[in-house]
């Protein structure tokens, strides 16, 4: 790795470089004529860096390098003069997220019917992971690329931090400029920088195929570098050695959206890494929590064209909150600003580079000043990737990286007439081009035209008419060194008029043949009243005046329909005179008054009163302890790693997604608290995540603070994959004899390497491993997806060998049939009320489950596996009632209670009772009949859900969207770019949700 | 007739029925031998108006007469309904019922046919008496129901099925009842990304459509035996003149419209299928004379800002405006949930009695079945439930007695034995 050099050696550096850094190792064919390239700008404004401008300087370079920056300043002897009067010159912007010069990634073509790839197809002594890459260095890759280079030039840029977009670990990046001389002269700086992303990119090996795969991955590879740094291994891994070798480098993660950008944080923490954060540009929609990340950002101008919503059921389409962003991504970069958040700017993401202009003119329009965008763009960047010596200024020494334009790039509409990089000038329109005025008077020989001029300088296009004339004549017409060409056929001629004129102060004027081939003079002057200035002014008027305008759209929490405009706060409340399920020995109290204070219960009973209380009338309603779902899917962002038998080492709370609309959906069918499960692909599968339903917070505030660990295992026809289709006969295990081994074999592993732990040998810590040795030390508890008898009793058997018990079964439709055996093991079953006959092993399943299940003294619930079905779980313990006959106190804490018991929180919920947490849902009737509706929610005395409200945000939100659809018609109609309607909608996971499997399965 | 029989004694009855049927279904009732009455019930007769103390006399499987009051005839056996409740059998429309029996298991699957256009694919070939998915299913009120094929854009012809038959000969009560039309997706949802896009083919799919319904219009107009006889076309000539009901599954109010416009076109009578929107166009509805099955209430909304109650309401939205509507639910072992469908649009505003109305009186309308099903009136085939509670309402939905045709049916199923032995297994064990 190249040494990063000190402050105090700059200036010996410069001295020597000035004399050596013409000499190179190649040799030069013919008689040397390469000259130093010493110029003097003379007539300029030099935006020197962001804290200094020079009016009316001179800006001398030399061999590739700034010598000075003078205002008023001489031209030196020997330089060549190149005057650009007027014009204005800042430091070419820096691109941190390029990929320039880097080879195509190659996506894999692997399908469904291919089968797994379990192993890496990287050839050589790299991970055993094809995503892992970090022994890829940019700079050994990087060819310059003059297409791609004139590109990004066009655009403003002169340095580019380019790496090649492919892995989750994706190597190292290297700085290079856009100048076109040599590979060797181009390429600055190797090893800048660590990339990293949760995308595979290439790789078509199965592992990771979920986000909480990729993330344990990471961890994993942290682990293992270290491990493998300190002593002798078995071993040669050279991707584990570039690894280590990257660590010290400014380590920057590409995500997707402010949750992804929360989770890459998370795990950089857990190894004391600080990653910068590639974010999605929604940064705006969660300051905060981004803020208390300490992470830099580089944010993406990529913001949405305007949907085109003509035709309204199209629209539908459409969400509210796609709508809330169009209209509030602009204003991304104003707000990380104004929350103080580090960041800078990529032109990443952006159809092509040249499209970063107007994307930061709307940026400035909605808040963003010119100070910032050029930090943004310039000095930002250059301190992100330790280049400050380099580039990003335009101070004495600094590589001879600049654009010369008319106006500010990052406020204005502006023309970059040339881009210097490394001292090589690159015109891209002439610095004398002439800017057409809007309308000019016009004679040619004796006939008399109107010419009015439109478009944009360098592609403006003149109409000709005769005063007083509606009909407009085309001109084609072009301009080279000041000469204009023109041809045209005015309206009644036969022929075309062929033109040359040059400038004569005032306009044009020249000569050329008229229809008839007969000599004319021509004189073209512009005429007064209406010139570009005076609208470029109004222009910006109107820019101001945006600023000041309020956005049509609301930002809540989330930022999504329903989304709450702020967060809820504990109230003391008195419920009064409710039928209250207590689910304590005091059974069902009748007109009882409930006290909530602080977020707890302190108060069941008659009678109660407390001053400061909100009252709420209860009579006739039922209060009831919030619904647990013991067995959930929603608000996550994957469910199933499933890629190999065991993924113990994935984390569920990794991928927890606050932004799912059935969060709220749920609130209103009274759930408060949900255990998210992994999927059922694999016998082992991940760690669970316990949440309480607190709509609009962060994910990492959701979780049930203090909660057992929990992990998933799965039996049965899914992880032996018997549904998946003949492909998928690959992966371990195919039968249950083969599921029986796994869990063997893994337990005795976990067993040894906790022994070898606790004996402090020099192990490698293993995150699976670990995960199961935390099972056999009743420090982890497992839910287990299983349905047939054989199974579960196979799995009981086990565990008892094992010296552990199986905490729960879930789904478990045939546990009526071993309930004894569950009760005796201790064993708690949570099923579905009444489902069966989807798949072979559900034959014999019986709504009549729960009622046996619960005869038999095992710790009974019902949970639902399912978006839908969670909404009313109060409904489905009332068929415990129905089938079996269980009392309705005792069904009723299927849901409740009884989960609560299984997941080790009933200390904290489950019941009313004083001390425990306020969650409460009021019904306006008993609470498992089929006509109640949970009319308000409670969560830690928060109210999350209310009736009332629902109904008040329902109308304002159909209000909210007719504006936003209204403001992007406006916006079309005034010619916006528009893009056809694309909608967004959530992938209701179950089960067998596999993230690579492009279907929906409904199999449990 | 187990007229007198109290619950638990009928328990016991299936204890001692069991030994020698278990793993079968139950036998298909006897017709009816003998006339009987069943009083003292409150009768939901299904249009909407409520009967208190009713007496019900069935004779040669018709109901004779039925009101409040009313003395028993001589030589009628009695049904002492006294605090129950009467429901005209359910009928669960557009249902996959034994056509399915393991959904992950291909080889027990029939509801499918290849192909885009299957009009001549007739489900009650498929249907399959001895499903032991069917029993659980009539113990829950359901007594007839709507054997669908699937798929799309023509999945085929479906048949109104009674649920205890013993093939599917006698099991139909209207075979052929209509055609079912899949109005293409505008949209196409990518799984994995989680993204909805027009779906690029939309277009070319209902052209398709339009020109095979156009091509059906002329073969049907044919003089017979003017050219080859085509299956496919053929299958539609009793849609094309009306006999048969065209249903058109459509969720977006433009593909109601448009699928409503086109089938009227060829002559057809449209009724709507899931109909997600219908409650945007009442008016249209109306006008165009066109009722709606609603898809299930136990469902999500359909997008992200869509009421979160969106499904609960619609039934409700549906009654207010004045639009004919039946309710149904998905799939096959699901059917048994019917009636809590229904029971869910009640707590969302739904008249009870229209709820009741939406899965008896208003599919058998739908169906063409109304003139002997669907209603507990005089003339009408006896086939109605016996519930001691509310049918409509899990906690009490205990449904005592059902009658097809006059016949009492026997609710004992699969899982009622299975519940029976395994109780029996911890039963031993207690008294050991």
Redesign the interface.
Known sequence: MTQRLRPVLLPAFLLFSIVLSAQTTFPYNGVYDQADRYYAITGVTVHVSPDQTLENATLVIRDGLIESATANGEVPRGAVPVAADGKHIYPSFIEVYGNYGMPEVERSRRSRSDGPQMESETEGAYSWNQALRPETDAAALFTIDAKAAKAMRDAGFGTVSTHHHDGISRGAAAVVTLAESSDNEVLLKRDVAHHLSFDKGSSGQDYPNSRMGTMALLRQTYLDAEWYGEGDRRETNLSLEAWRDLQDLPQIFEVEDWQNALRADKVGDEFGVQYIIRGGGDEYQRLEALQESGASFIIPLTFPETYDVSDPFAADMISLAQLRHWERAPGNVAAVAEAGIPFVITADGLDKPGDLHEAMRKAHEAGADERTLMIALTTGPAEMLGIADRVGTLEKGMLANFIITDKSPFTDKATIYQNWVQGYPFEIKSLNATELATAYDITVGDESFVGEVSGDPGSQKMTLSTEGDSTKTDVSYSESGGVLTMRFKPEGEDGYYRITATPDGEGYSGTGRDARGRIVSFRATPRTGNDSGNSRESKKDDAEASESEEYVSRLTYPNIAYGLPTMPEAKTVLFRNATVWTNEEQGILQEADVLVQDGKIAGVGQGLSDRGATVIDATGMHLTSGVIDEHSHIALSSVNEGTQSSTAEVRMADVVDAVDENIYRQLAGGVTVSQLLHGSANPIGGQSALVKLRWGASPEEMMFEGADPFIKFALGENVKQSNWGDASRVRYPQTRMGVEQIFENYFSRAAEYDRAMRAGEDMRRDLELETLAQILNDERFITCHSYQQGEINMLMELAERHDFRVNTFTHILEGYKVADKMAEHGAAGSTFSDWWAYKFEVDEAIPYNGALMYEQGVVTAFNSDDAEMARRLNQEAGKAVLFGGVPEEEAWKFVTLNPAKMLHIDDRVGSIKVGKDADLVLWNDHPMSIYARAERTFIDGKEYFNREENEERRLALGEERNALIQASLDAKNSGGKTQPPRGNSRRLLHCNSLDHHNEENHDH | MITSIKYHFALLFWVAACSCVFGQNPVPARAQQSPFAVTGATVHVGDGTVLDNATILVSNGRIESVGAGGDVPAGYETVDASGKEIYPGLIALNSQLGLV?????RATRDDREVGLMNPNARALIAFNTDSQ?IPTIRSRGVLLAQATPEGSLVSGTSSIMQLDGWNFEDAAVKADDGIHVHWPN??S????T?????NERYDEQERELEAFLEQAVGYCGRPEGDGERLLKFEALCDVIDGGAKAYLHAE???DIQAGVLLLKRMGASPVIVGGYQAHLIPEFLKREGVPVILGST????A???E???QPYRSPALLADAGVEFAISHEG??QQ??LP?VA??A???GLDYEKAVEAVTLTPARIAGIDADYGSVETGKSATFIVVSGDL???????VEHAFIDGREIDLDNK??E??RK??E??DR?TSR
Do not use: C, H
């Open positions: 029996e393991i959904n992950s298991v998915v505008r949209n949802y990518n799984w994995l989680g993204r909805i896009i027009p977006e109010a433009r136990q469902a999500l909304p997008a992200q800002d009421p979160i109650d096959y072992w048994r949930n809590f029971g869910q009640v707590g969302f409509l309402d899990m906690r009490t939905s205990n899982q009622a299975l519940y395994f109780k297994k911890y064990q």
